[in-house]
């Protein structure tokens, strides 16, 4: 199923339709299908009585499977909800529908009655905003499926529109706002992500609903996706409001404003997340990224290129490199170790199997200590994975004592003090 990044949530593979539907079936009463505007109390607008037949409908047609609630009482239509309004179906035999049943016949099919908006009780329609809220944060349902396509649909409608406009309306924008064909999709993605946000955090304020991790993802990755083409299109406002956004959405004011092939992973959805971490469902992902970065590169705040050899070098992105040779300068051999008292060093990613094997496990590793704790391995992280691979019980070290050197210190400190120049 076609989202904005390809690693976006996949749909469910069960039909809990079928379930509902059985117990509703015993009921002996219609569902009731409920129209709701996406404002604030998600207030309806229209109700209209379904029989079996439509929930059968239901179950077999294409697209986003309907997602139901934990009790079972209500069932959301991806396929025909948007950020504006929603179509819910309500269960026989629940409160909601014994309220919902009133208003069935106020309106014909396709108007709307604005004054059914308070036409539930408080109670009730606080239980109908929670159980929608709380389905489409469901880690299991199609619910951020939904809205990451409906953040695709709602940018590409904004292009759409700016793209119908007279070509003196352009201009002003231009003139005005800065805003051009270029920079324009960047607006436009952000505008889609902040109709998204809204409409999720509407259920943490007004129906203490928890966002589900998934969903925070989709909005994190929209607003991943609006500062790439911010920084595409030299548009710097949006690239700024989007990294604020972002932090927010996270609650973390440490995320970074991305290199050049950040923003190209962001672009291309090979980034889950802006800690680049896929969510598998663990409670404590965040946890396990943040200690791997300390492992990995301490502050964050230098980078390491690809390669290894003599044209490895490391830049702390602040003007200051370093080479394998002026690094080398400063190691000594160490006594030989464990390949597992090691493992925790290594960078969390995928390696070529080829280069693995081809690796020389008699060369030394090249790891920084701060004193006589590892920190970093600096040089040898094939040369490592290959010693795991095949068991070997000990590999040469070549020592770097960080504290050895001012530039060291600076370049590969884990925990730098407050008044150091990284």
Same mark, same amino acid.
């Given at each position: 199923m076609k989202t904005l990044f390809g690693t976006g949530a996949a749909g469910a593979v069960s039909n809990p339709v079928a379930v509902a539907?059985?117990?509703?079936?015993?009921?002996?009463?219609?569902?009731?299908?409920?129209?709701?505007?996406?404002?604030?109390?998600?207030?309806?607008? +229209?109700?209209?009585?379904?029989? &079996? *037949? /439509?929930?059968?409908?239901l179950k077999s047609q294409q697209g986003m499977i309907p997602g139901v609630n934990k009790s079972g009482d209500i069932m959301i239509?991806?396929?025909?909800?948007?950020?504006?309004?929603?179509?819910?179906?309500?269960?026989p035999g629940s409160k909601i529908h014994a309220q919902a049943r009133g208003l069935v016949g106020t309106v014909e099919r396709g108007d709307h009655d604005f004054s059914l908006e308070n036409s539930l009780?408080?109670?009730?329609?606080?239980?109908?905003?929670?159980?929608?809220?709380?389905?489409?944060?469901?880690?299991?349902?199609?619910?951020?499926?939904?809205?990451e396509q409906e953040i695709e649909k709602e940018q590409e409608r904004y292009i759409s529109e700016f793209e119908e406009l007279p070509d003196w309306q352009k201009d002003e924008r231009e003139d005005v706002d800065g805003i051009d064909e270029d920079?324009?999709? +960047?607006?436009?993605?952000?505008? &889609? *992500? /902040?109709?998204?946000?809204?409409?999720?955090?509407?259920?943490?304020?007004?129906?203490g609903a928890e966002i589900g991790e998934p969903i925070k993802n989709v909005v994190g990755r929209g607003y991943m996706k609006s500062?790439?083409?911010?920084?595409?299109?030299?548009?710097?406002?949006?690239?700024?409001?989007?990294?604020?956004?972002?932090?927010?959405v996270y609650g973390d004011d440490e995320i970074d404003h991305p290199d050049e092939d950040d923003v190209y992973r962001w672009m291309e959805g090979e980034a889950d997340d802006p800690y680049d971490t896929y969510n598998d469902g663990r409670a404590?992902?965040?946890?396990?990224?943040?200690q791997d970065m300390d492992q990995v590169q301490g502050t964050g705040e230098y980078e390491q290129p690809e390669g290894t050899g003599l044209d490895t070098s490391w830049d702390d992105g602040m003007g200051n490199v370093l080479s394998?040779?002026?690094?080398?300068?400063?190691?000594?051999r160490f006594p030989d170790q464990h390949p597992k008292e090691l493992e925790h060093l290594m960078i969390p990613t995928e390696r070529d199997p080829a280069r693995v094997q081809a690796a020389d496990t008699s060369e030394p590793l090249l790891i920084a200590y701060d004193g006589m704790k590892p920190i970093k391995i600096l040089d040898?992280?094939?040369?490592?994975?290959?010693?795991?691979?095949?068991?070997?019980?000990?590999?040469?070290?070549?020592?770097?004592?960080?504290?050895?050197?001012?530039?060291?210190?600076q370049m590969f400190d884990p925990e730098p003090e407050p008044d150091e120049n990284i």
């Open positions: 539907d059985t117990i509703a079936k015993q009921a002996g009463l219609p569902w009731i299908e409920l129209k709701l505007f996406t404002g604030q109390s998600l207030a309806p607008y +229209a109700a209209f009585s379904v029989d &079996a *037949t /439509d929930i059968d409908a239509d991806y396929n025909n909800s948007d950020l504006g309004e929603m179509t819910v179906y309500v269960k009780d408080d109670d009730v329609q606080q239980e109908l905003g929670k159980a929608i809220h709380d389905t489409i944060n469901d880690f299991d349902g199609d619910g951020s499926t939904w809205l920079s324009y999709p +960047a607006e436009a993605q952000k505008g &889609a *992500t /902040d109709n998204a946000n809204r409409f999720i955090n509407q259920g943490v304020k007004h129906f500062y790439a083409l911010g920084a595409g299109g030299g548009d710097e406002s949006t690239m700024i409001d989007s990294m604020a956004d972002l932090r927010d404590d992902w965040k946890d396990d990224y943040e394998l040779a002026q690094v080398l300068a400063h190691a000594g040898g992280q094939h040369r490592l994975q290959k010693a795991l691979n095949t068991g070997l019980e000990g590999v040469p070290i070549n020592r770097v004592d960080i504290n050895s050197d001012p530039k060291l210190k």
